[in-house]
């Protein structure tokens, strides 16, 4: 990114990946060689790009901030990103306010009312998809792997992870539960645990209660996954080989946003069939990038259902017309799914979709670094140096 953007900017980014802690947003090189003039002066870009966006999250976020809370009371700066930047400033640069107006902030979500809100305090958001690029390294010899290929008599009609509940991903025992209700469970490869970051799923408190399942018994009908996170980095060949339709279970789902992350593109880049359980309208953002999808054998109208628990129950519902099918049914179906995902992993790997994203991201930096530039009237700045003098 850094190569790409070929801009004056100090990039931050959050070590390890995917942690969203202010004290783990850190430099991408080393800024204290520079002059403080020289960090003063350039852009900033927090990348935010691999876990969704949640203003609420830094609203409340729990962390002392110095002598920042008086610049920023000063300044009246408009709440998140500029205490952000600030408690970053202070880490690792030492003083607590910004030359320009706007920081750029890098996200990976389109229609996001969170988006919204950080750009009306003080950021420009820079969209790119920042996960096409992580999954093409990923799931890279998906290309050319043999055993993909393999003719195998499925086992399971789908194919399902569901390792993790807990917050944005509560909707999953809510899924558990209609995969019961609809007697779906033997046409399954899918796991549930119990337990997920230290809580029982009936210790839940759901920040939707739709969610909550009226059934008590849903770890009877599953083992527990025995893989942990870093699972989501790799694919596992067999589990394509003896499934037919892999129902791929977002992160992000009880919202407005479309959010696409590795999961959604590991079917693609392995040539399997998928369900996509996401937000709203979320296959027509895998057709702004060239990928085809199933609508043509498979009922996709769930993809345009707006309310959470009637989306789901769409999917499960679809799954139970698939599985009702008889095994000569299935077998045409499948051959008619094949060209589909023949040219969706073409794409996939193709040398047109990575320069499609990354071009993207490219025009996206370009136009927010501008503007940044001429929009800049060193309010900030301005104000400290009138009180306090320059800053050497």
């Known amino acids: 990114m850094q190569d790409i953007c070929n801009q004056d900017v100090l990039i931050y980014r959050f070590v390890p990946h995917g942690s969203k802690k202010i004290e783990d947003c850190k430099p991408l090189n080393d800024y204290h060689k520079l002059q403080n003039s020289e960090i ?12 969704t ?19 920023n009371k000063f300044f009246e700066i408009p709440g998140t990103p500029y205490p952000i930047l600030n408690i970053i400033l202070e880490n690792y640069h030492g003083y607590y306010v910004e030359y320009h107006d706007y920081i750029l902030l890098l ?6 009312q969170d988006v919204e809100w950080f750009e009306q305090h003080g950021s420009i958001g820079v969209y790119w998809w ?39 991903r509560e909707y999953r025992i809510k899924f558990t539960e209609l995969i019961i209700d609809y007697n779906l469970q033997d046409h399954c490869q899918m796991t549930f645990n119990p337990e997920d970051n230290g809580i029982h799923w009936s210790q839940h408190k759901f920040s939707n209660s739709l969610f909550a399942p009226n059934r008590t018994d849903l770890a009877q009908y599953f083992c527990s996954s025995t893989v942990d996170a870093t699972a989501s980095a790799d694919y596992n060949d067999i ?44 296959l027509q953002y895998l057709k702004r990038y060239g990928f085809q999808t199933f609508h043509k054998y498979l009922d996709e109208s769930y993809d345009a259902i707006a309310d959470p628990v009637e989306r789901l129950e769409a999917v499960v519902k679809l799954m139970q017309s698939l599985a009702k099918l008889s095994a000569k049914e299935k077998q045409q179906l499948y051959a008619n799914l094949a060209p589909i ?23 996206n930096f370009d136009h927010g670094f501008s503007f940044i530039q001429q929009a800049n009237s060193h309010k900030y700045y301005e104000r400290l140096k009138n009180k306090y003098g320059k800053l050497k």
């Open 239 to 282: 589990d394509y080989a003896q499934t037919s339709i892999e129902v791929v279970l977002e992160t992000v789902f009880d919202d407005t946003k479309w959010h696409l992350t590795e999961k959604a593109l590991r079917p693609i880049a392995c040539g399997h069939p998928f369900i996509l359980v996401s937000t709203p309208g979320i």
């Open 341 to 363: 995902c023949k040219y969706n992993k073409s794409r996939f790997f193709s040398k047109e979709f990575v320069e499609q994203v990354i071009d993207e991201f490219q025009t």
């Open 130 to 168: 920042s996960h096409a690029v992580i999954a093409r390294d990923w799931f890279r010899y998906a290309e050319v792997d043999p055993k993909l290929s393999v003719s195998m008599v499925p086992q399971k009609d789908f194919l399902i992870y569901n390792r993790a509940w807990t917050g944005l």
């Open 107 to 112: 996200h990976s979500e389109m229609q996001s």
């Open 40 to 51: 003063l002066t350039k852009v900033k870009t927090v990348c935010h790009d691999q876990e």
């Open 53 to 71: 966006l949640d203003y609420t999250y830094y609203q409340s976020y729990s962390k002392p901030w110095s002598c920042s809370e008086t610049f």
